[in-house]
């Protein structure tokens, strides 16, 4: 598939490429759609396969942060963009200024942020090239709580509509991804009284899960077959696959990653299986909402209000899907591009 024929496929109104062979810096920026606002979102630094493969990823990554900021009632567009790279490396500041100069080029079309592979402290490199990114040290910082957080309440939203009780309670959850918004998210889950059982590449951050939380660990492979209520992923997208449906064993999905169908029909399986899906974008939109409230001058207790109604929000979603009888995926897309469409009726695309 070619470039354009990809850009046109999801919509896309702009792709960016950008490199500093010099610095170590390959970057990709994809704007997906300026309807509501400025394109915002995460910066993502990881070793592609090949560039193509980038290409899919911030293309499909964008889109989400289209519709992330349209069914959360947000005034903002959707953008990413991806650093091709190994994101261990240690000497980091010139790669992240060679990005903000990147970003600087659009003149405020689309804002940045942390995400896979970056940090606050990279946030900060980018920001001595443009005032376009957020979540940076003295702002809004780290978004993994408030995502976590907003995920907690997500998974509540989908026990509700599942078990007719919000409580999880004795309720047993796998989690796949022990990064920071898992880890917080094991803590909200444990304060809770739910029983965990945890997977992650890293073998400490497993421990660290383990030893705070009383979770039981199993290996990155096993986890889809556990016989649990609820899976939540949290680590990579592309997790609800055709390997993986064969053995999955729980309820509900509803985490943190991004992408978590790797093709649109797993969202129809699903929904033929009775498995309830909490679409990813719409329950890990707390990140979003954090940075939405710096941009806004929000307090941090506006910021967490705001990712709560999360549970709000999932529950329309489901309903929807219950009404119309289709994927709760199909749902959320109908409920995004609803406001989207009203919207274009009101402003022209942000420049």
Excluded at 136 to 152: E, N, R, W
Excluded at 260 to 286: T, V
Aim: some cysteine; aromatic content about 8%; charged content about 25%.
């Amino acid at each position: 598939m070619e470039i354009f024929e990809a850009m046109a496929k999801r919509g896309h109104e702009q792709v960016v490429f950008w490199g500093e062979p010099s610095l170590g810096y390959k970057g990709i920026i994809a704007i997906h759609d300026t309807t509501l606002g400025p394109a915002l979102g995460g910066t993502r630094f990881w070793n592609y396969a090949s560039d193509w493969e980038a290409i899919v990823d911030v293309l499909r990554l964008s889109r989400g942060m289209t519709y992330k900021a349209a069914i959360t009632g947000l005034n903002l567009g959707g953008g990413k963009s991806v650093i091709i790279g190994d994101n261990r490396v240690q000497d980091r500041e010139m790669i992240f200024r060679a990005h903000g100069r990147a970003v600087e080029s659009l003149k405020g079309r689309y804002i940045t942020a942390e995400d896979v592979g970056t940090s606050v402290d990279d946030m900060e490199f980018v920001r001595m090239e443009t005032d376009s990114v957020v979540g940076v040290h003295g702002k809004s910082g780290d978004p993994s709580p408030i995502t976590a957080f907003g995920v907690y309440h997500g998974i509540r939203a989908a026990a509700q509509h599942r078990y007719g009780d919000p409580s999880l309670e004795g309720k047993h959850i796998a989690v796949q991804g022990l990064g920071h918004v898992g880890r917080y998210l094991c803590g909200h889950l444990a304060a809770e009284g739910a029983r965990l059982t945890v997977t992650d590449i890293d073998p400490e951050r497993v421990q660290v899960v383990v030893d705070e939380f009383g979770a039981t660990a199993v290996d990155p492979d096993e986890i889809y077959a556990v016989e649990a209520d609820i899976f939540a992923p949290c680590a990579l997208g592309a997790v609800v696959n055709d390997d993986t449906l064969k053995v999955f064993r729980f309820d509900i999905v509803a985490g943190a990653a991004n992408n978590q169908l790797a093709e649109s029909r797993h969202g129809q399986i699903l929904h033929e299986r009775r498995i309830l899906y909490a679409p990813d974008y719409a329950i890990n939109a707390g990140g979003l909402i954090n940075v939405y409230g710096e941009l806004n001058d929000w307090t941090p207790e506006r910021s967490k209000r705001k990712a709560a109604d999360i549970y709000n929000t999932l529950l329309r979603i489901f309903q929807r899907a219950e009404d119309e009888n289709v994927p709760t995926s199909v749902a959320a897309d109908r409920v995004a591009e609803h406001r989207l469409e009203q919207a274009r009726a009101l402003q022209r695309s942000y420049v």
